[in-house]
C-alpha cells in the first residue's frame, strides 16, 4: 500500500521539528559555559566578603528583650553575614557557620546568650 503525503501533513511534522529544535535550543541556553570558563555573556559579579561573627563584641544584648530590631542591631555589632533566634535546649544542626549570629532566648524572651556558629 503506497503512503500518501499531504501539504498538511508536511506542514504538521516541520512543526513538530521545529518544537523540537526550540526546546533543545531553549534547554541548552541556560547551562553557560559547561568547560567552566567564562561564556562571554553578561559580567559576573565578583563574590561578597566573608562576614566574620564576633559574639564578644554583642555581648551587650544578653538581656535585652529578643524583637527583629534587636535581632538585626546585634547582628550587625557582631559582623555577622546573618543571625538567627535559638530558645534554651532547643535542637540545633551541628554544622558551624562562621558568618551566623546566634541569640539564645528564655520563655520570657530575653537574650541569655549570644554566640557564633
Given at each position: ?68 530590631a ?11 553575614y ?16 562562621q ?19
Amino acid at each position: 500500500m503506497p503512503t500518501i503525503t499531504t501539504p498538511a501533513l508536511h506542514r504538521r511534522l516541520a512543526a513538530l521539528a521545529l518544537l523540537g529544535a526550540t526546546t533543545l535550543v531553549a534547554g541548552c541556553a541556560g547551562m553557560g559555559n559547561p568547560f567552566g570558563g567564562s561564556s562571554g555573556g553578561a559580567a559576573q559579579t565578583a563574590p561578597r566578603p566573608v562576614q566574620v561573627c564576633n559574639a564578644a563584641s554583642a555581648q551587650s544584648f544578653v538581656g535585652k528583650s529578643n524583637t527583629s530590631a534587636t535581632l538585626e542591631a546585634a547582628r550587625k555589632q557582631s559582623g555577622a553575614y546573618m543571625a538567627r533566634v535559638l530558645r534554651e535546649g532547643q535542637p540545633t544542626t551541628m554544622e558551624f557557620n562562621q558568618e551566623r549570629l546566634n541569640l539564645v532566648v528564655d520563655g520570657t524572651g530575653r537574650i541569655v546568650a549570644v554566640r557564633c556558629g
